[in-house]
């Protein structure tokens, strides 16, 4: 395989209908599914980090693990690569090869770390081509993959740089084109942009969309952050607790959420119930997301009191509080004038069922 | 952008300006009696056992300086004393590592804090007790004389030679290592481990690339001290009563038994420079292989 094409992906057709077009992706010749089956972990005190567990990554997939920290995410990543040894009775495959006994430095899986771990005697290039040099790729290919994989992340200048001399941006960088560079068969992110303040954590993660789709590389990413794991992820595991809560398509997870919880941590969701809630609306409790109120003059329907206003540039946020004390959120449009003090009526804007887009 | 001006303005007024002539003079107090007890307690014992080692000995026709570079017997003593402090520095080094390195990594099991108790029990013993455990190990009435008698018949005597010296030299130069070099292994992050293990890097590559190079600070460190310690070591040779000669013995002799003071000054200030040439070729070599990687 070619890492540095970039064209590969739109070559061929993909089945079933790609979430965007423009990105659309296949797997590449090399992408291997992964497939967990019953996977657990025990610590020698006895805790369960991860609950048996069952789970496939499609080829070329990215699937996004999210989940809040301590719920067995990071254990589980860490299993996949081999770095922990899942409980007697796991297996781990990757395509048709069972992995769950193969030695990480033998299962040719492309880790990212949380602090990128990158070596700091090592220059740019020396990190990038340390796994190329493991399997003694000579001098000159070396060379050559070393500065096709800087250029894939736009860092060609900085190679004979010392690793203390990098911006946070640029180690993140270094840090995937060297887990990339060992051309591996499935790629792990470990909170791959936690480290890194919020402006670049933006842009990093549009750039690492793009960079994924077009290595269509078998890849999981472990994240905390809802928004990096629906923009980054073909597909998102929801975890609690060492469970798995729901899997699904980022539009599934957010609008047919499994449980509570899976709709709690994707966004916010109000709850309303009482009353006058059956009275207008004829159900017991009412769920809904806070784009999802239209805000008019009372006197139509469910009514509450504005408590708060917060103007965020390209909507305005209302707190709202009904007559018995029950309190929701509401998103509007920047130019809603409603203050704080003033009366609304409540109603939900219809919103289409979730498309079941499954890549691949 | 805007905040620039803002920052740089205290900086420029006459307030800052005060509080950094004032930040300046603040050392000032503490510099004085520090600069005082050097001159007093350094500079000028150094310069007069300089001065002493450039007088001419009684009965001599030459400088003490002279005679200690000329004279085959000081040479000898010079060679013992920087060939034993070299491979004792270079022994400790290998053993210490091995067992800093299991200790920092396994944190918790049966016993360990009692190992450890054992292990830097020897730190606070003069030489005297040191040599002596050496003679009860290894001398005529030791434990591995009464064993080698029993077993071949034939009797091993270490603690009155070169071997003798050389384990007495670990006895303390070990603690003192292998708690700098655990504290080392412990600063390695593991991350650095995994993410080389997971490129492809067998336990002994990493060793090799990430764990050696990073450690390599620490270990020129507890080099150096192990070195200088080992260059200056009397009391253990003291002790054991060896015919083999060491600088630091050589040095007591001169002064107590023939009452020689220009020799001994002269010794004493070839004993500082030896140490100093070799401690600055060990940093220079190491200094080089860290940057040819």
């Known amino acids: 395989m070619n890492i540095a094409t970039p064209a590969r992906s739109m070559a061929s057709g993909t089945t079933g209908a790609p979430r965007h077009p423009s990105t659309a992706k296949t797997p590449t010749a090399t992408a291997l599914a992964i497939r967990l089956t019953r996977c657990a972990k025990t610590w020698p005190d006895g805790t369960r980090a991860l609950e048996p567990l069952d789970l496939e990554v499609q080829a070329g997939e990215t699937l996004a693990l999210l989940g809040p920290s301590g719920c067995g995410k990071t254990t589980l990543l860490r299993m996949i690569c081999g770095l922990e040894q899942a409980d007697d009775g796991s297996r781990i495959d990757f395509g048709d090869t069972d992995v769950t006994r193969v030695a990480p430095e033998a299962r040719g899986v492309g880790v990212v770390f949380q602090g990128y771990a990158l070596f700091p005697n090592m220059s740019v290039a020396g990190n990038v081509g340390y796994g190329l040099k493991i399997r003694g790729v000579d001098a000159a290919t070396r060379r050559r993959r070393v500065s096709e994989m800087l250029a894939l992340v736009e860092l060609e200048a900085l190679a004979e740089r010392r690793i203390d001399q990098l911006s946070g941006g640029q180690r993140q960088r270094v840090a995937l084109a060297r887990a990339i560079a060992i051309e591996p068969r499935v790629l792990l992110l470990d909170e791959p942009l936690t480290a890194l303040d919020a402006r670049l954590r933006q842009q990093l993660r549009v750039d690492l969309a793009a960079l994924l789709r077009r290595l269509g590389i078998t890849c999981v990413i472990v994240t905390h952050d809802q928004e990096e794991a629906m923009m980054l992820g073909d597909r998102v595991a929801v975890m609690s607790a060492g469970r798995l809560e729901q899997l699904g398509t980022p539009e599934t997870l957010y609008r047919q959420p499994a449980s509570p919880f899976v709709a709690d941590f994707l966004g916010t969701l109000c709850r309303l119930q009482g009353e006058a809630v059956r009275h207008h609306h004829g159900v017991d409790t009412l769920t809904f997301r806070p784009h999802e109120v239209r805000l008019d003059a009372p006197g139509s329907g469910l009514e509450a009191r504005i408590e708060a206003r917060f103007f965020l540039g390209s909507h305005v946020r209302f707190e709202l509080r009904l007559d018995d004390g029950q309190r929701c959120t509401a998103l509007a449009t920047a130019s809603a004038g409603w203050q704080p003090g003033e009366r609304v009526g409540i109603s939900l804007i219809p919103t289409p069922p979730a498309q079941e887009t499954l890549p691949c | ?293």
């Open chain 2, 1 to 293: 952008m805007m905040a620039a001006p803002h920052r740089a303005a205290p900086l420029t007024s006459r307030g800052g300006r005060r509080a950094a002539l004032a930040g300046r003079r603040a050392w000032l107090p503490i510099a004085i009696p520090a600069a005082t007890l050097f001159i007093a307690f350094w500079l000028l014992p150094m310069a007069k056992l300089a001065g002493l080692g450039a007088a001419t000995p009684q009965g001599m026709e030459s400088s003490a300086y002279w005679l200690v570079v000329t004279q085959p017997r000081y040479w000898h003593s010079l060679a013992n004393t920087v060939a034993l402090s070299l491979g004792a520095t270079l022994a400790t080094l290998a053993i210490a590592l091995p067992v800093s390195r299991f200790l920092a990594r396994h944190p918790h099991f049966p016993g360990r804090r009692a190992l450890m108790a054992l292990l830097l029990f020897p730190l606070a013993f003069p030489g005297v007790v040191v040599g002596f455990l050496v003679i009860l190990t290894t001398g005529r009435q030791g434990v591995l004389n009464t064993l080698s008698r029993a077993l071949t018949g034939e009797p091993t005597v270490l603690a009155y030679g070169m071997a003798g010296l050389f384990i007495g030299y670990l006895y303390f130069l070990l603690p003192r290592t292998i708690g700098v070099l655990m504290a080392a292994v412990e600063g390695i992050d593991k991350q650095w481990l995994e993410a080389a293990q997971t490129l492809g890097a067998r336990p002994w590559r990493r060793f090799i690339d990430i764990e050696l190079p990073a450690l390599s600070s620490a270990l020129t460190a507890a080099g150096a001290m192990c070195f200088a310690t080992a260059m200056g070591a009397f009391g253990t040779v003291f002790t054991l009563g060896t015919r083999i000669d060491v600088l630091p013995i050589t040095i007591y002799d001169e002064f107590t038994h023939y009452a020689n003071i220009p020799v001994a000054a002269a010794l004493s200030v070839v004993l500082g420079l030896a140490t100093w040439a070799v401690l600055y070729a060990a940093n220079a070599f190491a200094g080089r292989a860290a940057h040819g990687r």
